[in-house]
């Protein structure tokens, strides 16, 4: 027979938007169910490894660029037929807009709005935010992090969850299952315990807060394609999400969001067994693909604001991997070892034909592409490796834009760079409160979505916003679902 447990709330998941939303709920009166797949010394997904930056300008107010990045990469081409209803008061949205595929600009507000609220919040639990130095030269937006990061917010909710009476934490538990009565109404969750032993949870609020699908090689080949194959979780914690929150909520006629064919990448070292070991100072030398031909613009713009999109060129290069080729010149950089957080040491030769061979290109054609870069370079008066200099070379496809100089001195070095999936795009559709809703625009009753499991970006990943939307939603869905909502 399937053990069944009675809650009040029931939480998928304990990263940043699961604790989030166990924790208000809790503090809104509630009984919850905390359910997490991975053992307790592991938990907090994804949220345990990040340095969890803020896409905030202070405490109190989130970057000036904050709702119109959130907004432009919400949505790819927006059918203005479609969104002209968007002036309207929600209520008076017609379903299909409700529903679209694309981020909400309410949501989009909402976060905006309650991210200072949300840190507070956070605060109270004795976390502090601070400005802390990042793998960036410079960059382009403003941040701030919980001192200690992810991993800090994780203990300082996990502290008062532990303590409460109200909060019961099941580990080794992975949800698999939507429960519902006869009027639609989510009214639980069918989930298996160590041994693969059904459980039945049950509580009149479901918080999906389960990450996404970038631990789920048969869901990324689905949707992102075969080259996907080449990624990997930039930490062990994303290897805990396997994407059953959304499937589970399509399932039942939840709307997608998110750009499902779609993930945020980060530019790693494969040879590491470190998290997030990123190799960002390509943007000062060039890319090379295993066949030793440049393939992409390496600085189109501030590093922080393009290399996702270089990592995702990168995956779809052969075998999904690229070199980062740099002279002495590198040298030149105050403070370039930042970018690079791989502990691996470079490859490294003398010539450049030496360094081809330990590379396994064929030297000629390493020594072409260099050629007829270096060839393109400009006089490298004016390089300034702290802003977009506009050091670009001339007449050659792809053309570099920033920081262009040319590659001459040895000793030559080396570092491979795969594309790692931090997390993916697609996901469920949310309102401003978090609520899930179905395909014709209506409320899916009792069921939420916080974190990853929202889908929000399309295009360009904002960065610094995925800790902040999980907080915030996960917040947002626990006091809705304890009855607290606004
Ligand atoms: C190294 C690294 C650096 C990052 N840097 C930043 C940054 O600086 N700023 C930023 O905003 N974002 C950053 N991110 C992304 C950000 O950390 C995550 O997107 C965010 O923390 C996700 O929070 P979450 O609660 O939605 O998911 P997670 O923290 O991943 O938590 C999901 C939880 O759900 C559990 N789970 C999954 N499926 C099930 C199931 N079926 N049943 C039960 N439990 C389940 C998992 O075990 C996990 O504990 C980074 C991520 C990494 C890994």
Redesign the pocket.
């Known amino acids: 027979m399937t053990t069944q447990h009675e809650f009040d709330v029931i939480v998928?998941?304990?990263?940043?938007?699961?604790?989030?939303a166990a924790v208000s709920a809790e503090q809104a009166g509630a009984r919850v169910a905390v359910?997490?797949?991975?053992v307790a010394e592991?938990?907090?997904?994804?949220?345990?490894?990040?340095?969890?930056?803020?896409?905030m300008k202070s405490e109190d107010e989130v970057s000036d660029d904050f709702e119109d990045k959130l907004g432009a990469n919400g949505v790819l081409h927006p059918d203005p037929e479609l969104i002209k209803d968007a002036v309207l008061d929600y209520d008076n949205w017609p379903g299909l807009l409700k529903a679209a595929g694309m981020a909400d600009p309410n949501l989009v507000a909402a976060l905006a709005d309650n991210a200072p609220k949300v840190l507070k919040w956070l605060k109270s639990f004795g976390v502090k935010f601070d400005e802390i130095p990042t793998y960036f030269l410079s960059q382009s937006t403003t941040?701030i992090?919980p001192v200690g990061?992810?991993l800090a917010l994780?203990e300082a909710l996990g502290a008062h969850a532990d303590a409460s009476d109200n909060i019961t934490f099941f580990y080794e538990?992975?949800?698999?299952e939507l429960l519902r009565n006869d009027r639609g109404e989510v009214i639980g969750i069918g989930?298996r315990e160590a041994g693969n032993r059904p459980v039945n949870f049950i509580g009149r609020g479901v918080v999906l807060?389960?990450?996404?699908f970038e631990?789920n090689q048969e869901m990324l080949a689905h949707y992102i394609g075969p080259q996907s194959a080449y990624t990997r979780?930039?930490?062990r914690?994303?290897y805990?999400?396997?994407?059953?929150?959304v499937r589970m909520a399509l399932d039942i006629g939840a709307a997608p969001c998110g750009n499902f064919g779609s993930f945020?990448a980060?530019p790693v070292d494969p040879r590491s067994e470190d998290?997030?070991p990123v190799v960002l100072n390509y943007a000062l030398g060039i890319l090379v693909n295993e066949n030793g031909e440049r393939f992409t613009d390496e600085a189109p713009a501030m590093t922080d604001a393009v290399y996702e999109v270089i990592s995702r060129r990168i995956m779809m290069e052969p075998h999904g991997l690229a070199w980062s080729i740099h002279d002495a010149t590198l040298d030149d950089v105050d403070n370039w070892p930042v970018t690079v957080r791989s502990r691996i040491a470079p490859v490294e030769a003398d010539t450049l034909d030496e360094l081809a061979a330990k590379l396994d290109i064929i030297p000629e054609v390493l020594a072409e592409t260099v050629d007829s870069y270096n060839n393109a370079c400009p006089h490298p008066d004016g390089f300034d490796p702290l802003k977009t200099d506009g050091l670009a070379t001339s007449g050659i496809k792809p053309r570099k834009s920033n920081w262009a100089r040319t590659i001459e001195r040895g000793p030559f070095r080396a570092w491979p760079i795969v594309a790692a999936n931090?997390?993916t795009f697609g996901g469920l559709k949310v309102n401003a409160h978090s609520r899930v809703v179905n395909t014709a625009g209506d409320e899916i009753p009792g069921l939420y979505a916080?974190?990853?499991?929202?889908g929000l970006y399309y295009d360009v990943y904002p960065?610094?916003?995925?800790?902040?939307?999980?907080a915030v939603t996960?917040r947002l869905a626990g006091l809705d679902a304890a009855g607290l909502g606004n």
Do not use: D, K
């Open positions: 998928v998941g304990c990263g940043i938007a699961g604790m989030s359910l997490e797949r991975s592991e938990r907090g997904g994804n949220t345990r490894y990040t340095e969890s930056l803020w896409r941040r992090a990061g992810g994780i538990t992975t949800a698999n989930a807060g389960c990450g996404g631990g979780p930039v930490a914690g994303g805990y999400n396997r994407g059953e929150g945020h980060q998290w997030e931090c997390f916080a974190g990853e499991t929202v960065g610094a916003t995925s800790v902040l939307r999980g996960g």
